[in-house]
């Protein structure tokens, strides 16, 4: 894929243009955490393609959420749990890695990599491949293999805090918030996919989408059939999601009149999903990978919180979104992620926030 010309200069972690005064480099961002992360990588990506081709290291789930991007380069597919699993399938993937420096120099002897999975696996990958520089968070357990240590500010948003590792010398103060939301790009595949989904079953008009699953299943809201129930009697209902969450499809199905809902669980690939997200009215969401699809593609969202909390830095990015939790218990947070099972046995961060206060913030945002 060709890059672009750069849209504008260079700008600072304040937006300030200024004349390019840095080298024209090659980047190479590596990513491969979760869907979820990948996404909130593409500010980092696109702020990088205006020093030059930006090419990026990440999962074969997350690949395809990076599709016609038009800040990308190159997307390297690294298996690292399968295929490409052990030392033999790291070096392989720096071997490639190499190999496409090597072919696609073009007079650009500088390679700086940017760790945006600060895993010790990443690090030594970026070694392997011949990174001159090597850009990673203070807080990395693999730190001491980079170059250029940035500080992982607990108060910003993981977008926020991706996008700086762009700018180890600079000033920390906050980026404007139009440079920090997720982009992706669904091309006329995934848009005809939603387009035939939506005609199957004659849909025409709004619609409201529901993401009710989650890998963690105490980040999953219990709630979502009896709010379909509500939303279905003011617009049609759209259950979001990958094959895992086929069961959580059916109970909502089970609440909501036939002509009034939509299964697009299993049906569309990630980046069509984003597609449909981004077709809906709004979305409401657990804390999970489907409420940063709805910041790219600019949807109002409700993310639900409940073990977890949006000071972690993973909440919503779009116009009007709003995020909800349990407001009086100490015991929250209990986790970074969510745990499979409440520690304390009574999960009331989940069970205790009431279909009431979703729908109510719900209406206030698409009204």
Known sequence: MALPAPAEPFAGPDGGKRPQDRPTQHSLVIQTAFIGDTILTT???????????????????????????????????????????????????????????????SGIDRTVAYLAQGSTRSAVLA???????????????????YTKRVPYLENQHHAARLWLLAFPHESRAEPRAERLRPRLFPGAAEKAAVTDLLREHGVSGAFIALAPGSVWATKRWPYYPELASRVATRATVVVVGGKDDQSHAEAIAAAVPPDRFVSAVGRLSLLASAELIGRARALVSNDSSPTHMASAMGTPTITIFGPTVPDFGFGPLAARSRVLGHPALECRPCDRHGPQRCPLGHWRCMRELGVDEVDRVLASIVS
């Open 43 to 105: 500010p980092l990506i696109a702020e990088l393609a205006t020093r030059g081709p930006v090419d990026v290291v990440t999962t074969p789930v997350s690949a395809g959420l990076l599709q016609n991007n038009p800040a990308l380069r190159h997307v390297f597919v690294f298996d690292k749990r399968d295929a490409q699993r052990g030392i033999a399938g790291l070096w392989a993937m720096a071997k490639e890695i190499r190999q496409w420096r090597a072919k696609h120099a």
């Open 127 to 145: 070694v392997l491949a011949g990174a001159h520089e090597r850009i990673g968070f203070a807080t990395s357990p693999a730190r001491s293999m």
